[in-house]
């Protein structure tokens, strides 16, 4: 019976690979069984008539692992991340190509005498005008200044530019608000043809927070968004949102000085044909210098 069987084995393989028949990898975890021949009752009949018993064939339990699910809206936004990533690339390149062939200029011998000549003239009209007496009464209805930066570049003396770090006025076209006091007029003096300032009126400063309006914490930038934030750095002198700002400021009140360092210096945007002449005061038709209450007008142009 086992060559008999062996045989019919043998026999139904050869079958299954001329139908060309594919089995599944399937994972097996138990192995096969097969149910032993049962002899056949004795009969008259011939050897050769004997039937052969069926060979059942009992498969395994097999392992089918779950598919992960990822919902559409998820594989949506990877596609707008990955797109947007791309963009970002790719203007990031544009911008630092057209940096480098913008920076690339030759400058010539008598631009740096130039320079140098702009920068020793500015030094001497600034001591000329330290040398003027200050006119406090000019502001005497009002403690409360905003000054903004309208000019200076490569023309500055380092002197002034180190006065003007002072007043956090870094770049052009920001303002700040100081209390108007003799070291800030003694500054205001000096670099008087770079800045224009004036006494801001209650919307002007209200206007200018709200819109422009950046709070630095622990040297990292956050929008006045959220009162929480104010809350966290300036709640100790009881100033929790962003109306005791405004009401501190607009009064010079006692916490002045940590309030102004909490906001960052308003950025503003740069007036379309609102500046007449370069370093000419103001009331001479020009643009720097001490504006009064026309400051107002100043920034509603830049806000």
Known sequence: MGLILSLYLIYGLQLQSDENLKISPLRITKPLLAVSPVPAPHSSSTSSSRILPVIPIIMADVEQKPLNYVSEIVLKKRKNNEDWAIRRKEQLEQRVKKSKSDNFVIKKPEQFIRDFRDRET?????????????????????????IIRIQGKSDMHPQTRKLLYSLRLRRMFTGVFVKANARVLDILQKVEPYVTYGIPNLKSVNELIYKKGLAKINKQIYPLTDNNIIEQALGEHKIICIEDIVSEIANVGPHFKEVCHFLCPFNLN??????????????????????????????????
């Open 270 to 303: 740069k007036p379309e044909k609102a500046l007449q002449g370069k370093k000419k005061p103001f009331r001479d038709g020009g643009d720097s210098g001490n504006r009064g209450d026309l400051i107002n007008e100043f920034i509603n142009k830049m806000n």
């Open 122 to 146: 500015d030094l001497i009209k600034m001591k000329h005008r330290s040398k003027r007496p200050i006119k406090e009464s000019n502001f005497s209805q009002s403690k409360l200044l905003f």
